[in-house]
Structures are given as C-alpha cells and as structure tokens.
C-alpha cells in the first residue's frame, strides 16, 4: 500500500482512475441498498465432501467444516479479483485496505440466546488450514465473551439523546471516522459477510445490504441437498449440492466481473485443495 493521500480514508484507498459510468453512478444513485444484486451459485459438493472427511481423519486435532472452505474460498476470490474488495462512501469508491469476513455466532441455540460478531482479517501467507483455524478460534472466543463492538454498542446503549448520537455515528461512518472500537468487530466494516443457515437445516434466502459501514458483499449459506444435473443427452445424475446466494453492490463492478469471480468462488468449494496454497497464489 503506498502512502496515504488526501481523500483516501484509513480502510481504504480512493480509486481516482476509474471509468466514467462508475465514477458516476454512486452519485446518482446513493445509497447502497437501492443498488443491490442477487446472484445463486449452486456448487457440487460430491468431491468437496470427500475432501472433508479425509482432511479430517488425517487431522484428529484440526477438523475442518465446509463453511471454513466457503470462507476461504471468498477470501482468495477477493485477494485475486480485487474488485470484489471495493466499496463506496460518500458517493466515492474505494479500495479496502485489507480483506477480512465477518459472520455471526450464537452463544445458544434458544430463542433468548445471545448473538455476537466474529471478525476474519486475511494475510496474503493464509490458506485453507489458517483460516480455518482462525474460524474455531473466533467460535470459541464468541461463545464466552462479548466482542469489542457488542462492548461499545452496550455503552452507547446508556447514552441520552439517542436520535442525535445516531444522526452523528452516520456522519462519522460516512467519511471513515467512527472510532475503532466501536466498529472494531462490526461486520458491517468488512469485505464480506457470511451467514450458515445451513446449519441450522435452513435453505438459502436473500439478504440485503446496508446502507451503514462499507460492506457490499453478503453470503448466505444455505442446506446440503440432491439436485438434478442434465448432460448434453438429456441424462439426468443426482448431485449432492450446497447453494450460496449472493448480493452485491452493482455500482462497483459489472455483471461479467462478478460471474468470473462467483465461477472461481464455485471451483474453490468444489476442489478445496486448491485452497492449500497461499490466497495470494494465483489459480
């Protein structure tokens, strides 16, 4: 990252060569929940699943789940198509200065059960094992503890004059300046936010984006199922499935950038071992 100039922001870095219709476009259209995408992937999990179970009896003490190679595989997706680590605010688009994925953990699984927010940042040196470590080390860390954010919010919670704190927390946010530790582990200040609902036996849904922070990828994870799969014949094969929608900024990028990189998001999943490089090794 080179040195900082006027108009760039401590997350990320001002784009100033960028075309004209997407110099445009955020300041035509403004807020980032009137400029969302949706897109389903549907990955064939048979080898993935195979893959898994191995990794597993081969590593007793460091198991790993599909969602970690989900992770991993969005965070190389991200270091090598760098448009997908964008975002806009204040009607300008940014480079983010680092890729980090960002996903909620329950506490307990009841109704009354308390949530907290678990926060990724990736190295160029991590792969599918790190980062899979760094997920059981988040889990594990959110199951007896409050994060930073949870902490600050709770203080805020105490605060009079709610309507003008608020009024003043989306200026800060809106030019970068919100304090860390209140966004320290806000999700909504990351590359990507990622939510399994296949863990709790749920199908996939759609999510949509916030006008708040600088996220503007959201992932749901849905249930492992068979699906029907046709051949050029007509032959029909059933496959062992997972489905991740997804939705995105559309301001940032354009439809052919974003099938490339959710087609690489889909070969990652479906060949994990392509995850046990460095993200930064090219594919």
Known sequence: MGKRRIGDRSDGTQIRDIDAMHYVMPLMYPNRCDNEAYMKVSVDITKTEDYIKKYNEEHPDNRIAIFDIIIA???????????????????????????????????EFRDDGDETLARIVAEDTDNLESISFKVREQIAKCKVEDDESTDAMNFIKRLPAKHVLGAVARYLDRHGWMPKSVIATDP????????????????????????????????????????????????????????????????????????????????????????????????
């Not at 939510?195 to 006008?211: A, E, F, K, Q, V």
């Not at 249930?223 to 051949?231: A, E, H, L, N």
Request: aromatic share 10%; with cysteine.
């Open 73 to 107: 595989a969005m965070l190389k997706t991200l270091r090598l198509r760098p448009q997908m680590n964008r975002f806009i605010a204040n009607q300008t688009m940014y480079q983010r200065n680092c890729i980090t994925a960002a996903f909620t953990v329950k506490k």
């Open 188 to 283: 909504y200040q990351c590359s990507v936010v990622l939510t399994n609902l296949g863990s709790l036996g749920m199908d996939i849904g759609y999510h949509h984006l916030m006008n708040w922070g600088t996220n503007s990828i959201f992932v749901i994870v849905g249930t492992k199922k068979f699906k029907p799969f046709y051949d050029k014949d007509g032959n029909v094969t059933m496959k062992r499935v997972i489905d991740l929608a997804v939705t995105l900024d559309e301001r940032i990028s354009d439809g052919f950038y974003y099938g490339r990189s959710l087609r690489l998001v889909q070969k990652l999943i479906e060949n994990p071992e392509l995850l046990e490089g460095a993200l930064s090794k090219e594919i």
